[in-house]
């Protein structure tokens, strides 16, 4: 007996459906595309229950005739293409032909649609995949697609869906994305009755920009206009570096119209912002490419989000380029720099090690730093701005031994040394140590006129290394700390240095504060609320639509923690009041990443999640920075608290908050143990 059969119809879009129609927003992402495609001005989304109970999308495109409506809902049934040879230059969001047929297979769906030629509108109902009716109606031209009762006859599937939360979420951040790509259309979305997202036709993608995220954050945007037309033109917009995300959620990445999750382009975005941004932090983006249609595999994915460039690494230079150029041309990084050149100390000294003798070095320090530089021997950049940075000189002080008598000549001071004394110092140092060997004639010179020999160069003599004490460093044990702890002072005012009985310890400023805050609001759950400081004039921000849906779930929380918030009309909301730690200036910043790090599958978590989540964002944003000055009661007070929380020797997200140089250690060091 045979054991291999084929499928029905009706279980084969079932299995197409589980490839195609993921969650709610699946649905609606193939039907947004369908009515572009369809050359609509206006889309309108209504949703309800997040998609699960209704997911209604009217659009008022060309609509189609009666003959086509019902073809449409067949497998592999498209319009988009007619050959093979259309798969290699794909310029429609849909074209595999299988959407239609996997959606009604597993819903409840009505379809609504009229051409301008026909006489009457065309109604199909279908529900899991078995035709009920279809007859005239009255429609205008355009189409309405209605889906109810996702997965109703598919329990498995239905019981994978998440929250109504997350799925309104993800479908938000669909039409966002599409309302950015296609500015000139209209769209609106409405949330159980509720208007989330309405925006007008746009004359370009700034306005676009505006509509949605309000005019703060387009203040933060630098243009982007780059590439090659013949890999990837790049264009949009990404944050200034000031504007900094936690996640990658507010990048909008498209290619050649379409909505995409692309790690290419991420990590070449990230590669741009490279020694602009620290490590763990990325840009926002609405980032465009052109690319050939030949140059681009579209049908690499089911659901079309992932794509696959015949020449990705010129892609990624175009894109890469790009951005460092918007960078460049606003100021923060050097023209023509690119991401991997930055240029180290170590390189413009070699560069003089290079020259043919020591005159341009001379040049350069043969007056005080910032003065003019002779412009018969230019020295170049690198050289000037990097080998002796004079940024914060004023501080920099000598202040030898009280004990120690002096032996300098008179003509130099014996104590208080300026900056420009070490300026000095330093010149004079950097020639010895980067003059040339005297040649032959120079020698006889010198013995001629019975003068002193030139000194040897110090290059040339061979002096021990310094041992580094990186690897006698170490973590502090919790129970190692004692509180008899010394304070001595603070290095690149950003670490405490401090001493116990076993030696020195090294406490990161920033880590213990944001460690000793966040156990102070993991306390208020069980406690109080929070300190509150009132502003003088309430501040108002408008949300994204993914935002507002995520301040609805959150504001409970937040205001536990000290804020006083109050929803506006629209998706607009009003700072009346902060917590008493916080920076008034930091709570527009605070509540964006929040709202904007929530992931979307950590809607549906517990509320000790949630509250872990803005307990931790609180603090890090409240804490005191690295940089800080402080004075040794304020240090003095940071370790007293910090040898009181949960855990005082490992920061919040799991590094060393404080390291140890033992006695012993600093013995071994120096040979004396």
Known sequence: MSKIRVLSDHLANQIAAGEVVERPASVAKELVENAIDAGARRIEVDVEGGGRRLLRVSDDGEGMARDDAVLAFERHATSKITSAEDLNAISTLGFRGEALASIASVARVELLTKHADARAATRILIEGGRWRDVKDAAHPQGTTFTVRDLFFNVPARRKFLRSEATESFHLSNLITHYALAHPEIAFTLTNNGRETLRVAPAKDLRERAYQIFGAEFLENLLEVKGGNSLVART???????????????????????????????????????????????YPAALLFLEVPLEEVDVNVHPAKTEVRFRRAPAVADAVREAVRGALSSAGYVRAGETSEDSRESEAAIDKVDEAENGREVAEIFSGELGTPISAASPPSRSVTA???????QEKIEFRPAESQPSTQPSTEPARGNTARDLNSIMRRSYLEAHRLPPSEEELTAALSSNAEPPPEPVHARTLPPLVSASNLVREVPVESLSHDIRVLGQLAESYIVAADDEGLLLIDQHAAHERILY??????????????????????FDLTPAQAIAFELVAEELEAYGFSLMRLSGRTIAVKAVPAELPAGEAHSLLSEILNTMEAERRVAAKDILRDEIAASLARRAAIKAGTTLAPEKMRWLIDRLLHTSAPTITTHGRPLVLRLTTRDIEKGFQRA
């Open 235 to 281: 264009s949009g917009f990404v944050s200034a570096p000031r504007e900094r995300r936690t996640s990658r959620d507010a990048q909008y990445l498209f290619i050649n119209g379409r909505y995409v999750r692309d790690r290419l382009i991420s990590r070449a975005l990230s590669e741009a912002y490279r020694g602009v941004l620290p490590q763990g932090v």
């Open 386 to 392: 990097e080998l002796i940075p004079p940024t914060r």
């Open 519 to 540: 156990d102070k609001y993991h306390a208020l759950e069980t406690t109080r609320r929070a300190e509150s400081q009132h502003l003088l004039l309430p501040e108002t």
